[in-house]
C-alpha cells in the first residue's frame, strides 16, 4: 500500500508521474519524500517485481517464463533507479526493512510510503507524529493502479499428510467470516471479499477499499523450489542498478541468467 502524509503530500496520485511530481515539491523543501524497502533483503525482491509488474513487466510472465529482460520490465526497473537517483525515493530506503519504513513515516520524516497494511495502526496511534493525517491508497504504476505482490500468508494440505481431513476442517475454520474480521482487526489481509463490505470495519480501517483494491491487482511471486536462489539473483542486480554498479540492460540481463541457473 501506499500511505501519504497529507500535510506533506496532501493530493491522491494517479499514477507514477505524479508522485515524482508531489516528490519535487517535498525535496524542493528539504523534506524526503518515498522511502521503501531497498535493503538487499526479500523487501527489494517485492520492491523490484512491483516496479516491474506496475509497467506492464513482471518477474516471470503468464507462462512462468522469466521475463525480466522484456521491454516493459527493463522500463519499470529503470523507473525505480531514476527515483533512488532523483530523491524522488529517499536514500535511506537502501537501509529499509519494513520497520525501518515504519519509524520514518510514524516519526514524520517522510512524505510517503510504501508498506503492508500493519502500518496504518502504527501511524494512527497515539504518539505518531502523523496520526490524523495518513491517507493509504493503492500502489500506483506507469499509467494507474499498480500492482502489488503477494506471497507469505498461505495454507496448503501436504499430498503425503495422514491428517488430510482435520487439515481441511482447520483451513475451514480459519476461513469463516469471524475469523477472517479477526485478521482484518490484526491488520492482516483478510480473503473473503464480504470482509472488505464490512462498514463497520471500514471505520475502523478506512484503508480496507484501498487494500481489496490492491489485491485485486497484485501477482504472487514466482512458485519455485529454489525460491530463495531466486531471489537472491533479483536482488543482487536490483541493488547494483539501483546503487550505480551497472546499467538496467545489464543488471536485467544477469538477473535472468541467474534466475535461468536456478530454475533450470
Not at 27 to 50: P, R
Not at 113 to 130: L, Q, R
Not at 138 to 158: E, F, Q, R
Not at 210 to 226: C, D, G, I, K, M
Amino acid at each position: 500500500l501506499l500511505y501519504r502524509n497529507t500535510d506533506m503530500a496532501p493530493d491522491e496520485v494517479e499514477n507514477w508521474d505524479d508522485v515524482v511530481s508531489t516528490c519535487e515539491d517535498v525535496t524542493a523543501d528539504n523534506n524526503d519524500c518515498l522511502i521503501t524497502q531497498l535493503k538487499q533483503y526479500e523487501g527489494l525482491t517485492v520492491s523490484t517485481a512491483g516496479f516491474m509488474s506496475g509497467w506492464g513487466g513482471g518477474l516471470v510472465d503468464d507462462n512462468g517464463e522469466v521475463s525480466v529482460t522484456s521491454d516493459e520490465s527493463r522500463e519499470g526497473l529503470q523507473a525505480l533507479v531514476d527515483a533512488y537517483e532523483d530523491g524522488t525515493i529517499s536514500r535511506s530506503s537502501t537501509g529499509a526493512t519494513e520497520e525501518e519504513t515504519n519509524l520514518a513515516f510514524t516519526q514524520g520524516q517522510n512524505a510517503m510510503a510504501i508498506n503492508w497494511p500493519y502500518m496504518y495502526t502504527e501511524a494512527e496511534a497515539e504518539g505518531s507524529a502523523v496520526a490524523g493525517k495518513v491517507e493509504v491508497q493503492p500502489l500506483v504504476g506507469k499509467d494507474g493502479v499498480g500492482v502489488s505482490t503477494l506471497g507469505g500468508y498461505n495454507n496448503a494440505i501436504n499430498s503425503n499428510s495422514e491428517n488430510k481431513a482435520t487439515a481441511l476442517d482447520f483451513m475451514k475454520y480459519i476461513l469463516n467470516e469471524d475469523n477472517q474480521r479477526s485478521f482484518a482487526e490484526a491488520s492482516f489481509p483478510p480473503v473473503l471479499a464480504s470482509v472488505y463490505e464490512d462498514q463497520d470495519l471500514i471505520e475502523e480501517f478506512p484503508y480496507l477499499p484501498a487494500l481489496q483494491e490492491s489485491l485485486e491487482n497484485a501477482v504472487p511471486r514466482p512458485a519455485s523450489p529454489s525460491y530463495d536462489e531466486l531471489s537472491k539473483a533479483v536482488q543482487d542486480n536490483a541493488n547494483a542498478a539501483i546503487t550505480g554498479g551497472k546499467d538496467v540492460e545489464s543488471a536485467t540481463d544477469d538477473m535472468a541468467s541467474a534466475i535461468g541457473n536456478v530454475t533450470g
